[in-house]
């Protein structure tokens, strides 16, 4: 019964870690009196302050931004939403995306047949290339090269560089 109710303490912990952060002079004097037995004998709960108290501390070390920039920004945003109120298009360095959208043309049916036609084109041209035979030619220049012009005859030769030879042929 109490590692259910611990179990539901820490999920309560943890959350409550989220929202007010590791330091206890930050939480409602309700949250440290319901907390602090659980930090005494909780483990899981001690590494949870542990690692909000980490997060704090990284936190404060984080520059603050520059008010002047955040000013200029807020600036930029306003001015933006009046212009496109007013139907003005923007001068920011914004990307209109449903322009963009609009401005693409669809590929008419005239270019679309020569593109269909390439691509099958290049296919019957692949499917050809993939089921002709091997150059003999090419392979005899490669034997009499590495010396296996006397040894072989072309048979043996068309044999060796077949893909559909099994293996006992080629013993």
């Known amino acids: ?5 611990d179990t ?5 912990f943890e959350a ?13 004097e309700a949250a440290r009196e319901r907390f602090e037995p659980l930090l005494e004998r909780n483990a899981r709960a001690r590494q949870l302050l542990a690692e909000a108290r980490a997060l704090d501390k990284l936190l404060d070390r984080a520059p603050l931004p520059n008010a002047e920039r955040m000013e200029a920004l807020a600036d930029r945003i306003v001015a933006m939403a009046a212009a496109e ?35 099958a084109a290049s296919l019957l041209v692949g499917i050809y290339l993939g ?14 090269a590495v010396g296996l012009e006397d ?11 077949s893909v559909v030879a099994d293996e006992e042929e080629l013993i």
């Open 16 to 28: 409550h870690l989220e929202v007010h952060g590791a330091r206890a002079e930050r939480w409602p």
């Open 131 to 144: 089921a002709s035979p091997p150059v003999t030619s090419a392979i005899e220049t490669i034997a009499a």
């Open 151 to 161: 040894v072989a005859e072309d048979s043996d030769l068309v044999l060796m560089y």
């Open 85 to 119: 109120k007013a139907g003005q298009p923007s001068t920011g360095n914004v990307v209109d995306l449903a322009a963009r959208r609009q401005a693409r043309t669809m590929p008419t049916p005239r270019s679309r047949w020569q593109v269909a036609s390439a691509l």
């Open 1 to 5: 019964m109490a590692v259910d109710k």
């Open 8 to 12: 539901a303490e820490l999920a309560a």
